[in-house]
């Protein structure tokens, strides 16, 4: 891992160099949850933004598997910036954590790898309930 904060981590996957290509893995070991639900995020028109929301339990791994876009986190007091533009590092967002994703390149994919399935009651999709659940 190659930054840690209270909100978020940086980690860098693995990673198989190959002339044919190379091969980023992410295996059980790699990350510190379960893995319950994969999707993307892609065609994502330009200007667009996503996320505005953050998870009470959930916990998820981003991972720009093409292009490149911004993550705003926000952990109650104070706002970070990552962007995110290598396939071999994701972006591990912990549990009560405010999340948008914006400035996609074009032709760019968001990998998420999530700790639990689909949940409406783990989201809080208001900024100012948000502040109050962190206090």
Request: charged share 20%; with cysteine.
């Amino acid at each position: 891992m190659s930054q840690t904060l209270p909100t978020y981590q940086l980690i860098e996957l693995p990673v198989v160099k190959e002339p044919r290509g190379n091969l980023a893995i992410i295996e059980k070991e790699v990350i510190p949850f379960a893995m319950q639900r994969v999707y993307f995020l892609y065609d994502v028109p330009s200007g667009s933004e996503r996320g505005g929301h953050a998870h009470k339990t959930l916990q998820q791994l981003l991972i720009a598997t093409s292009g490149s876009f911004d993550v705003v986190l926000h952990d109650g007091k104070q706002e970070s910036l990552v962007t995110l533009n290598r396939p071999n590092v994701g972006l591990l967002i912990l549990p009560g954590t405010w999340r948008e994703i914006k400035n996609f390149s074009s032709g760019s994919v968001c990998l998420v790898v999530a700790s639990e399935v689909y949940d409406e009651e783990d989201y809080i999709r208001d900024f100012d309930l948000f502040l109050q659940y962190k206090q």
